[in-house]
């Protein structure tokens, strides 16, 4: 502490505001979205009912959710002009730079989303964004599959529009698979919020200087894609798969991870607030389970990532730091079965995030939160005079 500065790298012990929407407990594993635990949400709703509570604080009734659609459903096209950004990037662009860029690029269609003060404005603004940001998600795998980037149908719920916008061929029709729809749904309401991470954070902060929706949640996205916070889920595929290549040898992979010398993280593991256990990875375990059973998918990794677990619980080095599988450990088991390319986990975390961000910046903005500015503890030199150029 110098003066009134109090240092605190990372922000270990900084509250940065005070939020009514998801409320979290490291200890007990407890995770909330405004009151609801998430076991019961995650089985029993749908993650546009989910998207609505975070957002608006209230489960919807069956009319509002109605109204609440069919509002998204109205914007749920983007100006063909974007689909000449996304012809610029090549094929091999990772998916979150351009859903990040593409984000940005909205703005310059819908103008009035920007200065938004009013709520009625506000409202416009999120669920334009509710409404594109899954097709602009969509198009990034499409263009990395060299397909055309296509709509998918209104008539289907939020999620399957989001599958079929996804997946479907051309010249092919293309039926949901009531299994993938329903290991997605709870995948994205797994994901939706998670009170002051990184991510959300930058939106915050961004968002505290009026920059806007879009662009604050284009900066979240950015955030995201870092391989230590929502990029660990395509971060941990990668470790497995490198494992299972080096002959599933777990022993000596979880000796990597604890050689100070050797940079090599055990990815998926660890969490800055769950010091017990992730409830999300613990759902996303079991549910990884059902859905590779209900597809028939065997896939090795599973049985690795089981075995790194196993043996961590197992291992002082980790239980003394509490370090468990958090909500990235799993979750791309699944989404592999479902046929999500790798570099597209982070983008499905996006979507699942997306609604977390929107509440978290309507609440900053409805709360007139000041600017974000912290301060420094200067450790440079001292006052210098400048020396001319050839004195120096
Ligand atoms: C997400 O904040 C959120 O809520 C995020 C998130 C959300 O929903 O928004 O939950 C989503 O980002 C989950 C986390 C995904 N990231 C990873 O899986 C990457 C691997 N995990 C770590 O990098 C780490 O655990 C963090 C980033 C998750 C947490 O970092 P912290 O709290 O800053 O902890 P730390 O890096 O200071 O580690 C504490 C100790 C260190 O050892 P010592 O220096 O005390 O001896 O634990 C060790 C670390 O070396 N450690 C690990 C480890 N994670 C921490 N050692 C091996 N493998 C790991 N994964």
């Known amino acids: 502490t110098e003066g009134l500065i109090t240092l605190d790298r990372g922000f270990k012990n900084t509250g940065s505001c005070e939020s009514a929407i998801t409320?979290?407990?490291g200890e007990k594993g407890i995770l909330r979205y405004r009151g609801y635990a998430i076991e019961n949400l995650a089985e029993n709703a749908t993650f546009l009912e989910v998207a609505y509570l975070l957002i608006f604080g209230e489960l919807p009734t069956e009319t509002e959710l109605d109204s609440f659609h069919a509002d998204i459903k109205k914007e749920s096209h983007v100006d063909e002009e974007m689909k000449k950004i996304l012809d610029g990037f090549p094929k091999s662009a990772h998916p979150m730079g351009v859903v990040s860029s593409l984000t940005s690029a909205l703005i310059a269609f819908n103008p009035s989303s920007v200065n938004v003060d009013s709520k009625e404005d506000m409202y416009q603004a999120i669920v334009k964004l509710l409404a594109k940001f899954p097709v602009?998600?969509?198009?990034?795998?499409?263009?990395?599959?060299?397909?055309?980037?296509?709509?998918?149908?209104?008539?289907?719920?939020?999620?399957?529009?989001?599958?079929?916008?996804?997946?479907?061929?051309?010249?092919?029709?293309?039926?949901?698979?009531?299994?993938?729809?329903?290991?997605?749904?709870?995948?994205?309401?797994?994901?939706?919020?998670?009170?002051?991470?990184?991510s959300t954070s930058t939106v915050r902060i961004v968002g505290s200087s009026h920059a806007g929706l879009f662009a604050s949640i284009s900066a979240g996205v950015s955030a995201l894609w870092g391989p230590l916070h929502g990029g660990a889920n395509q971060a941990v595929i990668d470790m497995l798969e490198g494992i299972k290549e080096d002959g599933g040898d777990t022993k000596k992979y979880m000796a990597k991870a604890k050689d100070k010398d050797d940079p090599f993280r055990l990815m998926g593991f660890g969490h800055r607030v769950y010091k017990n256990f992730d409830p999300r990875a613990k759902i996303i375990k079991k549910s990884a389970d059902e859905v590779l059973g209900n597809l028939g998918v065997q896939d090795p990794v599973l049985d690795i990532a089981k075995g790194l677990e196993k043996e961590a619980l197992e291992d002082d080095y980790f239980v003394k730091r509490k370090l468990y599988p958090n909500v990235d450990?799993?979750?791309?088991?699944?989404?592999?079965?479902?046929?999500?390319?790798?570099?597209?986990?982070?983008?499905?975390?996006?979507?699942?995030?997306?609604?977390?961000?929107?509440a978290q910046w309507r609440e900053m903005r409805l709360m007139k939160e000041p600017i974000g500015r912290p301060r420094q503890v200067y450790t440079g030199e001292t006052h210098r005079e400048m020396k001319p150029i050839e004195k120096r």
């Open 329 to 358: 450990f799993y979750s791309g088991i699944i989404y592999r079965a479902l046929d999500i390319p790798t570099n597209m986990f982070t983008v499905m975390f996006a979507l699942g995030r997306l609604p977390g961000w929107i």
């Open 23 to 25: 409320f979290l407990d």
């Open 136 to 198: 602009i998600c969509a198009w990034a795998l499409r263009k990395s599959k060299g397909q055309p980037f296509d709509y998918g149908d209104n008539k289907l719920s939020y999620v399957d529009n989001v599958l079929k916008m996804m997946f479907k061929k051309p010249n092919e029709d293309y039926e949901v698979d009531p299994v993938v729809s329903s290991a997605l749904n709870k995948l994205l309401i797994l994901h939706a919020d998670h009170e002051q991470n990184c």
